[in-house]
Each structure stands twice: as C-alpha cells, then as structure tokens.
C-alpha cells in the first residue's frame, strides 16, 4: 500500500464551524505532513510530525490545530476560519531521515469557507 | 538558505516534439533535487530525483531530469511529449539541515496541444 488517504475530498464550512481533515497512511512513514495550496501556487508547509511529535510549526494561525493520534493518522483540526483559507490542503508522509527519500502526497481536501 | 526557481509560468509543445521544463537551484550543502507532477484537483505525483550519482536522472512515464552543478539546473524533459502531459509541473528541493523541510518553485504549466 504506497497511498496516502484524505478525507473528505471536498469541504464547505461556515466561519463559526468547527470541522476537522483527517490523513492516513499505511507505508510505515514516521513523517507527516500539512500543506496547504492556492490555485496554480506551489505548496505552503504548515505542520510536519516526526514520530508523532510537531517538529514544525511554520507560524500557522490558532485557528489551524494539527494532531498526530498515532504514526498512521493525522488529522488537521480546523476553527474559526477566514474566506483566505479557501485552499486544497494536502497531506504528505516520508520516511525521516533519509535525504534521498521522496514525498507521498494525497489527493487533498479542497476546503471552501464562506 | 535552499531555494529553487522556476523561470517560466508556462511551456507550450506540439505533440510528439521535446519538451523542457527549466528549473534553477540554490542551496548549501549537496542538493537533494526532485521534480513533481500535479493534475487538476489532485496531489502532487514524484517523477524522479536527484541526490548523487549519474547527472542523467530517468523518472517515471518517460521524463527525464539533468543535472548541471556548473549552471546549478535540473531541467525536466521528454523527448516525445504526450497530451496527458500537460499539467502543473513543480520542481523541489530538500533542506540539507532539516530533512522535513521541501522548498517549491512557482510551478510551470505545461501545455502540449494534439
């Protein structure tokens, strides 16, 4: 099993809504990942777990709350959001510590906040 | 600091000729390239990388990469393209320091027209 498992594929979500994404993989990878990406953008690191702990904060607003339950899921927790979070959110995962290893990403939860 | 650029917004290529996507590096250390392949709505896809080795990198559906130390490039290319070829094109590069850590270019898109 080389995928990675994100659900659900598409979102639409209130300003006061509390909803949450969630990402899974099977691969034995003990590195996770969240991006996030605008139209025709590259991707944005937020978060990356390693061994289940956040080693990688990169300054993501409260609002987003990441959580690594156990080295196959993580899930990304999400509160309060703005229109400009409109964006595919993907998940990525890679064993740690290998320089010569590739990320696996999922197909991504294309988030709409109205 | 690692970074990589992408010059062109897009390509455009007849069916059946050579295709080039052009990507620049800069990093500290030993680059530790990759090249990235995103269809509408979906993850990103790895084509092929480059850590040591061979200049010639071959990656999947017939793409390949080289590798320029002197002009620090690592161009994609295709001898035949196809028309499913045509997506978003993301070149990257690994963090030296920190492993988790993947810088984008601003992706190309390519377009083959039949």
């Known amino acids: 099993d080389t995928e990675v498992t994100q659900t659900p594929k598409h979102l639409v979500m209130g300003m006061t809504n509390k909803k949450s994404l969630k990402c899974e993989q099977h691969?034995?990878?003990?590195?996770m990942y969240w991006y996030k990406q605008k139209a025709k953008k590259p991707p944005e690191l937020m978060f990356v777990y390693s061994y289940e702990k956040l080693s990688i904060n990169e300054s993501v607003p409260s609002r987003f709350s990441p959580e690594c339950p156990n080295s196959s899921l993580l899930n990304l927790h999400l509160h309060a959001l703005q229109p400009e979070d409109s964006a595919l959110y993907l998940c990525a995962s890679s064993q740690t510590g290998i320089p010569d290893e590739k990320l696996f990403f999922g197909s991504g939860t294309q988030l709409s906040v109205l | 600091a690692q970074s990589v650029a992408q010059p062109e917004d897009q390509v455009n290529v007849a069916e059946g000729n050579p295709l080039t996507v052009k990507c620049t590096y800069s990093?500290?250390?030993?680059?530790?390239l990759f090249w990235y392949v995103q269809y509408p709505n979906r993850g990103l896809q790895f084509l092929l990388k480059y850590i040591t080795g061979d200049n010639l990198v071959k990656g999947s559906y017939g793409f390949e990469a080289e590798f320029n130390k002197s002009q620090t490039s690592f161009h994609l290319k295709k001898p035949s393209a196809l028309v499913s070829d045509s997506a978003l094109y993301f070149c990257?590069?690994?963090?030296?320091?920190?492993?988790?850590?993947?810088?984008f270019g601003s992706g190309t898109k390519l377009n083959v027209k039949p």
């Open positions: 990257a590069v690994r963090d030296y320091y920190n492993f988790n850590k993947f810088y």
């Open positions: 990093v500290s250390g030993n680059p530790y």
């Open positions: 691969m034995g990878h003990r590195a």
